[in-house]
């Protein structure tokens, strides 16, 4: 059993930077560990992923140049730094984990079996 905790959301201005922690407890290497938004009204989206076992990152077309994946196997903890922030980025964002040795759809809500509650960003004009 995977647990996941995000942090790091907040309120800033449009051009603006956050980095989201997503902190795990369990075991999560040989994973693909996702970020996903949800805007009110919109499905939930992926945005970026990455594969704790060889490190392979996968982005959404509207956030490559912008957001930027990494991890820390060391504590167990994916990182999820955005720059250059848009009103459009507002959502809630997750932290989510696939099964060991499971990476093919790394954007699709599918290929992921565990989720955290989630952390609110908000972009201002």
């Known amino acids: 059993q995977v647990q996941l905790v995000e942090s790091g959301g907040g309120s800033v201005q449009a051009g603006g930077s956050l980095r989201l922690s997503c902190a795990a407890s369990?075991?999560?290497?040989?994973?693909?560990m996702g970020w996903f938004r949800q805007a009110p009204g919109k499905e939930r989206e992926g945005v970026a992923a990455?594969?704790?076992?060889?490190?392979?990152?996968y982005y959404a077309d509207s956030e490559k140049g912008r957001f930027t994946i990494s991890r820390d196997n060391a504590k167990n903890t994916v990182y999820l730094q955005m720059n250059r922030l848009k009103p459009e980025d507002t959502a809630m964002y997750y932290c989510a984990a696939s099964k060991p040795y499971s990476c093919n759809s790394p954007l699709s809500t599918g290929e992921f079996s565990y989720w955290g509650q989630g952390t609110q960003v908000t972009v201002s004009s």
């Open positions: 990455i594969y704790t076992g060889g490190g392979s990152t």
């Open positions: 369990g075991y999560i290497y040989y994973t693909c």
